[in-house]
């Protein structure tokens, strides 16, 4: 069975760092484009961050230049370095795999994220 497990979430001062990690299984991994998204309470559902297949990387607007994604394949882990966290970066953030062939996405069950002094 395919599993998205995300970790590295917790509570940190604002402009502290985590990183966050997606570990997939049941997937070829290698194929697939990944993605960070997040949803805070009372809002939508956000895409952060994506990476493709071939490593090209896309942010959004409200994290360019704070946060990365990478990925490595031999240890099929997504990851997502945040640095100078903001009270507004707070949210849940979930993992999603989205294969490059026609086959179903999926997503991890979240991590909480809590940017707090």
């Known amino acids: 069975q395919v599993q998205l497990v995300e970790s590295g979430g917790g509570l940190v001062q604002p402009g502290g760092s985590l990183r966050l990690s997606c570990a997939a299984s049941?997937?070829?991994?290698?194929?697939?484009?990944m993605a960070w998204y997040r949803q805070a309470p009372g809002k939508q559902r956000e895409l952060v961050a994506g990476i493709t297949s071939g490593a090209n990387t896309n942010y959004a607007d409200s994290v360019k230049g704070r946060f990365t994604i990478s990925r490595d394949n031999a240890k099929s882990t997504v990851y997502l370095q945040m640095n100078s966290l903001k009270p507004e970066d707070t949210a849940v953030y979930y993992c999603?795999?989205?294969?490059?062939?026609?086959?179903?996405?999926?997503w991890g069950q979240g991590t909480q994220v809590t940017v707090s002094s």
């Open positions: 999603k795999a989205n294969p490059t062939a026609w086959t179903p996405e999926y």
């Open positions: 049941g997937i070829i991994f290698r194929t697939y484009n």
